[in-house]
């Protein structure tokens, strides 16, 4: 499945884009639009950059707080340093693993969450950034030949960006 995305700067050239590709014979289906009145981005589906980043986020945290439990458990084991002189020497060694947790949880928030923030999104972050300044981005799906065939009905409207997306990229 290949992609055309084209961003206007309002809805009347969404609107008009959407037509002359609806007089070239490319069904509705397989266009959208996206903006004020129409589709959000989460209804057509463009990935939130925050939410994967709490999704990835969280699937770290699985592994890296025991694991962090574990390592700061160890480490005070091991070392004898006692970090907490307060605490006795079974306590000592649990609350080096809570310490190790911690930072096991610290790193699944920054390294997964921020990984994810600025490198999961791909370009739906720019398209949303774009959506909230109140642009419109018309969407064709379909074969290769189907988007060919919406660039070359599209370019001369001039669009702000016109974007193609293949499926053998991903």
Known sequence: ??????????????????????????????MSILGKGY???DEFGLIDPGQQAK??????????????????????????VNSFDWAAEPWNHILGGFAGAIGGAMGSVFVGGGVALSAGSGDALPYRNRLNAGKYIVIVQGATSLKNKAT?????????????YSSENY
């Not at 070359?152 to 193609?164: H, K, V």
């Open 1 to 30: 499945m290949d992609y055309l995305v084209a961003v206007v700067s309002d809805r009347i050239k969404a609107e008009k884009a959407y037509t002359a590709l609806e007089k070239a014979g490319i069904p509705t289906s397989q």
């Open 39 to 41: 589709k959000t981005a």
């Open 152 to 164: 070359s009905i599209l370019r001369p409207l001039n669009p702000e960006n016109l974007q193609g």
């Open 55 to 80: 999704k990835r986020a969280m699937l770290m945290a699985i592994w890296l707080v025991p694991f962090g439990f574990a390592g700061g458990y160890m480490f005070d084991l091991v070392t004898g």
